[in-house]
T-cell receptor, first 114, second 113 residues
Framework: DQQVKQNSPSLSVQEGRISILNCDYTNSMFDYFLWYKKYPAEGPTFLISISSIKDKNEDGRFTVFLNKSAKHLSLHIVPSQPGDSAVYFCAATDYGGSQGNLIFGKGTKLSVKP | NAGVTQTPKFRILKIGQSMTLQCTQDMNHNYMYWYRQDPGMGLKLIYYSVGAGITDKGEVPNGYNVSRSTTEDFPLRLELAAPSQTSVYFC????????????FGSGTRLTVV
């Protein structure tokens, strides 16, 4: 049973427009959420995170929104750039119970067209 | 600063062979992890370690073994390779604070034929 779900395998966006990547989770014990970005033949790299005590965290062009009641988070990229084309993984953890082990979604492949 | 280094990058094994995937980090991170990623799937935790001498199973540990004799190194051992172990393997490390994500290595692509 998937605890972290990314239901869109792929997303295509025009350069300069907004990219919105979605993630749902089922475990109400999760208290910290992260987004990772992965280019082909490389390991995932940490992008942005959010604690369950917040509903928004912003870092430059990247903003993560958390809706705890809906068990949903989203990553907004504004404006999107061709270099943002990659696979984005949503991850979640229950720091209190699992020593920080991350549970990953299947990923969404973002393509930003020039 | 090298971060997390994995070797080899690619390997083809025959069924029944054994091998060790190497992982070393130079950031003095206490926590280390092994994940595998199958095509179209997320990363699944194989084993993890919270410090030298301490290891524990993750979600998919069958067919693998690990050891953690030093803070820097966390090798993953496949004893009897099976086609189901064809995957990309990622090693990662972290510190146990919420502000840090994992630092991943670049991966080992393993094919078992």
């Amino acid at each position: 049973d998937q605890q972290v779900k990314q239901n869109s395998p792929s997303l295509s966006v025009q350069e300069g427009r907004i990219s919105i990547l979605n993630c749902d989770y089922t475990n109400s014990m999760f208290d910290y959420f992260l987004w990772y970005k992965k280019y082909p033949a490389e390991g995932p790299t940490f992008l942005i995170s959010i604690s369950s005590i917040k509903d928004k965290n912003e870092d430059g062009r990247f903003t993560v929104f958390l809706n705890k009641s809906a068990k949903h988070l989203s990553l907004h990229i504004v404006p999107s750039q061709p270099g943002d084309s990659a696979v984005y993984f949503c991850a979640a953890t229950d720091y209190g119970g699992s020593q920080g082990n991350l549970i990953f979604g299947k990923g969404t492949k973002l393509s930003v067209k020039p | 600063n090298a971060g997390v280094t994995q070797t080899p990058k690619f390997r083809i094994l025959k069924i029944g062979q054994s091998m060790t995937l190497q992982c070393t980090q130079d950031m003095n991170h206490n926590y280390m992890y092994w994940y595998r990623q199958d095509p179209g799937m997320g990363l699944k935790l194989i084993y993890y370690s919270v410090g030298a001498g301490i290891t524990d199973k993750g979600e998919v540990p069958n067919g693998y073994n690990v050891s953690r004799s030093t803070t820097e190194d966390f090798p993953l051992r496949l004893e009897l390779a099976a086609p189901s172990q064809t995957s990309v393997y990622f090693c990662a490390s972290s510190v146990p604070t919420q502000s840090y994500g994992y630092t991943f290595g670049s991966g080992t692509r393993l094919t078992v034929v």
